[in-house]
Nanobody
């Protein structure tokens, strides 16, 4: 299984970016997907997750109302639309996947079996 995150870059505060996560190596129809991020000197943290069916999403409080995770009918790729970006959003963003987990486990780093290599998002003030 290989995940590939892309779409990062350098933007100014208030601008938008869309990240994409593609995958290969198996069928991901029954897999939940998520985005995490890690800023310099900080631990990796949950950003957003989406159920295998695409019907349920979960967000970190820090990105609610600004970020949207999506996928088309349980397919790959998975997207993270990031609007109204802030300097605090600067981090390496990772996509991750796992077989279906409980709703409460969607935000847990330990729930995810497969990880992509990350894409850097830099937001300047």
């Amino acid at each position: 299984v290989q995940l590939q995150a892309s779409g990062g870059g350098l933007v100014q505060a208030g601008q938008s970016l869309r990240l994409s996560c593609t995958a290969s190596g198996r069928t991901f129809r029954d897999y939940d997907m998520a985005w995490f991020r890690q800023a310099p000197g900080r631990e990796r943290e949950f950003v957003a997750a989406i159920r295998w069916s695409g019907g349920t999403t979960k967000y970190a409080d820090s990105v609610k109302g600004r970020f949207t995770i999506s996928r088309d009918n349980a397919k790959i790729p998975v997207y993270l639309q990031m609007n109204s970006l802030k300097p605090d959003d600067t981090a390496v963003y990772y996509c991750a996947t796992t077989p279906r987990v409980s709703l409460s486990a969607l935000a847990l780093l330990s729930s995810y079996d497969y990880w992509g290599q990350g894409t850097l998002v830099t937001v300047s003030s």
